[in-house]
């Protein structure tokens, strides 16, 4: 389990809806847009600002590739179905074939690697802003504070947005204010099949979150440690935790720095927060 201490989790809700609902309406926006991939960040932001905004005002888009799975929509659906927020279907396989198509007389000879899945996510970026430009409505990056440390993040990707409502809690303290959020509502707002699920950006076949990183709850332990704690690598002593492990993550910090610096704004429920923050 993580060491990070719990917080309180209304008032982390109510300073993370009232800071969207405050960033939205001061920058002349009254609604928003966000991707839904049927993951706990995006469905955990969505409830966020439907919360904060209202749900004529949030507007969800499904992004389906060749890799993703059923339940990236099935979920999606049932996410927005309980929140009552409208939602567009835009696949984007016959965008993924123009590129390959495009590009393949430059990479010829080289295979397949992460570039084909940044590809991937800088398409779904493009469609996000499309909507936002389209419609003027403010896009919501949907990343965490694990992600943004270990730099598990796509740059004009996933990162893309006005406001990053999340991007100051570790993707265990998502999980937990999600859970805090159903039992205020009395229901499984956010489906369960999203708790239970193995987390994943979809962006080969069977990828999994931790082919990349260590398991969160590890994760954001050390992260927590040198971050939160501002202590020395050397110095931190977790249950489980090789000094290869706090390597490693120390490691994934510093080889993303340049990522942190062209993130959206974001909205701090610590002291120490990465990026702009909003002030609330």
Request: net charge negative.
């Given at each position: 389990m993580s060491s990070i201490p719990a917080k309180d989790w209304k008032s982390v809700w109510e300073l993370l809806t009232s800071g969207i609902r405050d960033y939205v309406r001061k920058n002349g926006f009254t609604d928003v847009v966000l991707g839904l991939s049927g993951g706990m960040d995006s469905a955990l932001v969505a409830a966020l600002a439907v919360d904060a905004l209202g749900k004529d005002h949030v507007h969800g888009v499904m992004m389906p590739s060749p890799w993703s799975s059923e339940g990236s929509i099935?979920?999606?659906e049932a996410?927005?179905?309980?929140?009552?927020m409208e939602t567009f279907t835009v696949p984007i396989s016959p965008m993924m074939e123009a590129f390959e198509k495009?590009?393949?007389?430059?990479?010829?000879?080289?295979?397949?690697?992460v570039t084909e899945e940044n590809i991937q996510s800088r398409i779904r970026g493009v469609i996000m802003m499309s909507f936002s430009n389209k419609f003027h409505w403010m896009l919501l990056a949907t990343g965490n504070k694990s992600e943004v440390a270990a730099g598990y993040c796509t740059m004009y990707g996933d990162t893309c947005?006005?406001?990053a409502p999340i991007a100051d809690l570790y993707k265990t303290e998502v999980y937990q204010l999600a859970q805090w959020f159903n039992e205020r509502e009395g229901m499984c707002a956010i489906p369960?099949?999203?708790?239970?699920k193995a987390p994943s950006a979809e962006l080969r076949p069977g990828q999994k979150?931790?082919?990349s990183l260590p398991e969160y709850d590890m994760l954001d332990s050390i992260l927590h440690a040198?971050?939160?704690?501002?202590?020395?690598?050397?110095?931190?002593?977790?249950?489980?935790v090789t000094p290869e492990d706090v390597n490693r993550v120390q490691s994934l910090m510093r080889r993303s720095a340049f990522k942190?610096?062209?993130?959206?704004?974001?909205?701090p429920v610590g002291n120490h927060a990465f990026g702009v923050h909003v002030h609330m």
């Open positions: 099935t979920d999606s996410l927005a179905a309980n929140l009552g495009a590009l393949a007389p430059a990479f010829a000879g080289r295979e397949r690697d947005g006005g406001l369960q099949n999203i708790f239970d979150d931790q082919d040198l971050i939160e704690e501002s202590k020395r690598a050397e110095d931190i002593d977790l249950p489980g942190r610096l062209q993130l959206p704004p974001l909205l």
